[in-house]
C-alpha cells in the first residue's frame, strides 16, 4: 500500500516563483515541506553538487534575492534573516532533492510537488490552446462575415430587380 502527502495544492503552488524565466522553488520553502532545516538541505546539496547542474539548481544573486524579498516581505539581514543567498530549485532540482535527503517524506513531498508542477503545465497548456481557438474562430467568423455581406448584396439585387421588373428580361416562349 503505497503513502500518499495530502497537501492542499495551493500551499505548494504559493512557494513556486518565476526566477530568470523558470518556475522555481526556494530553499527554505522545500527544507519546510521536506520536513529538515534549510542548513541540512543546503548541506546535502553542496556535498552532492554534481548532480545539480545550473538548470537543476542555482543560487539567486543579492540583486535578485533582494527583489524577491520585498515581493514576500521577508526580514533583512541582522533581523533573523539569513546570511546566505538562497538556492532555487527547479522542478528537476527538486526531484535531484530527494535523492540526496534520502527520507521517506522527501520522496514522497517530491512526487506531491511534481504533480503541482504538472497541473500547472496543464492549465498553461490548456489557456494557450483556448487562445489559438478564439484566434481561429475570429478568422472563420471575419470570414463568414465577408461571406454574409455578399449574401445580402445579392439580396438586394433581387429585390431592386423584383421592385423594377421593366428591368427584368422575359423568360419563356414567345408567340
Known sequence: ????????????TNKIYLIRDQKVMLDRDLAELYGVETKQLKQAVKRNIDIFPVHFMFELTPDENELLRSQIVTSKKGRGGTRYLPM?????????????LRSKKAKLMSVRITEVFIQMREALTDNLNLKLDIEEIKKKLSNHSKNIELVFNYLDELIEKKENPEKRNKIGYKK
Open 88 to 100: 532555487v530549485f527547479t522542478e528537476h532540482g527538486i526531484l535531484q532533492l530527494s535523492h540526496v
Open 1 to 12: 500500500m503505497s503513502q500518499e502527502i495530502t497537501i492542499p495544492d495551493e500551499i505548494i
